[in-house]
């Protein structure tokens, strides 16, 4: 805590502004052309004060500080909500990878029974607003936005453009002999590319995810895995799926880490009203189901199956 004391004056700061600009946002340039180029440095420093964060609120537990380190988590928990709302599928990760250090706080406190119940009452609250799968769907339809507005870019640059930069493929320096070929293609080249990428982003990436019903399908997601190398085996008969083959793939884990850390989420819930029961009654209770009404609305069900 003595390390940490040096940020003192900035995490007042922060929390300061945390408790009276809930609808903050951070200044991205939406209209950045090509639109996956979009500069995003906010997101490493939430990040990183996360950890700071973390920390010194697992040195207040140690200490038997929990109220102190309460505030600490409601910051690191606020700073991982200041990005909720960007529809890009890299906010969505860094989002979900500083609330796996806010969980891990919350699980030091829970394993010290430092979180009063008015403290866990609250937690519980916030983690039962968390829907990470509509989340998902948000990143992902940003993508498949910014997939068509870039290569509409490629196709507004014409002859100037290199499209096949977005796989690295050039040659000492200059475009290779296939993107100069690209860039003399006609604009339903490009069009038809876009509408590749729009299919399989209705066909598999969104269709993966279903937050009505709370529920992930990997095997909807693995089938863009197999689709991209089918295509990648066979590019030459699908030119107008050029760029789905090369795009596509980095999408095809976010299901499953949207899913896991919803299930975590959804664990953490469980936990608070465990140690709310515990409190109450002076142990454990035999089933999960001692727990509704009175702690939880309902016990959340499997990701997977339901």
Known sequence: LVALGKFDGELKELREAADTRPESR????????????????????????????????????????????????????????????????????VRISVLDLDLQTVREGLVRHAWSEAQLAELEKYLASLDLLAEFKLGMRGERACGVEGLDYYRRRGFHANPLELANIESNGRPSFLAGCLNQMAGGFYYQNMLSIAEAHEQFTLRSVDETAHRIYPEVADGLDQEVDRLKRRIYLHPDKLFSAILMPALSRATSKSGRMQAYVDEARVACALERFRLANGRLPEKLDALVPRFLDAIPHDVIDG
């Not at 038997?64 to 890009?88: H, M, T, V, W, Y």
């Open 26 to 93: 951070f200044p991205i340039e939406y209209d950045y052309e090509p639109s996956w180029a979009v500069l995003l440095p906010h997101l490493a420093y939430v990040r990183g004060i996360d950890r700071v964060v973390q920390l010194r609120a697992i040195a207040r537990l140690e200490l038997g500080q929990s109220d102190e380190a309460f505030q600490d988590l409601k910051l690191g928990l606020r700073l991982s909500d200041s990005i909720r709302n960007e529809p890009l599928l890299i906010d969505q990760l």
